[in-house]
């Protein structure tokens, strides 16, 4: 079965960076787009980036020009680079990839800011 596996996520101090990574296992099918989502408590998780298998990058206003997604299409991988990071980043980040007709979802990984 599809498996989304997530990493990189930790605790970091306001101004710093981190790297998530995604890979996706056991899909029979191309890869569509894949994306970055967030859902800190209390909120609703909403859209951080998201990229299609021809590379066009969509961001929430929130993390442009800070954060940017990629992928390596030979290894099934998304990333989302984190730069210059704000206590209001704090949240679980998801990843998801639109396989066939279905869309699939990470366990999620914790990205805490600290002020």
């Known amino acids: 079965q599809v498996q989304l596996v997530e990493s990189g996520g930790g605790l970091v101090q306001a101004g710093g960076s981190l790297r998530l990574s995604c890979a996706v296992s056991?899909?029979?099918?191309?890869?569509?787009?894949m994306g970055w989502y967030r859902q800190a408590d209390g909120k609703q998780r909403e859209l951080v980036a998201r990229i299609t298998s021809g590379g066009s990058t969509t961001y929430a206003d929130s993390v442009k020009d800070r954060f940017a997604i990629s992928r390596d299409n030979a290894k099934n991988t998304v990333y989302l680079q984190m730069n210059s990071l704000r206590p209001e980043d704090t949240a679980v980040y998801y990843c998801?990839?639109?396989?066939?007709?279905?869309?699939?979802w990470g366990q999620g990984t914790q990205v805490t800011v600290s002020s």
């Open positions: 998801n990839a639109d396989i066939g007709l279905s869309r699939y």
């Open positions: 056991g899909n029979r099918f191309s890869i569509h787009a």
